[in-house]
């Protein structure tokens, strides 16, 4: 059953350190697997977004920190 058709609510309970499962058939839609990361995003209004994260290369980042120097001058506050 797709998401959009889901007829009820999909719930899930809090555990008292916090911790939740997301229900398979979000775990599905999304496309997350055991280890990936997850973002959520909190609207004004107080609603939720739960969002797959894009996981970060910190050694690719750091490793091509030093050719963005460019980027980072006065010129760049202007665009």
Do not use: C
């Amino acid at each position: 059953m797709s998401l959009a058709k889901q007829s009820a609510p999909l719930e899930s309970t809090l555990s008292s350190k916090g911790q939740t499962t997301i229900p398979g058939a979000v775990r599905k839609r999304l496309g997350l697997e055991p280890g990936d990361t997850v973002r959520f995003e909190v609207t004004a209004e107080g609603i939720v977004q739960l969002k797959k994260a894009h996981k970060v290369d910190f050694g690719w980042a750091q490793a091509i920190e030093g050719t963005l120097s460019e980027w980072m001058g006065e010129a760049d506050d202007d665009l």
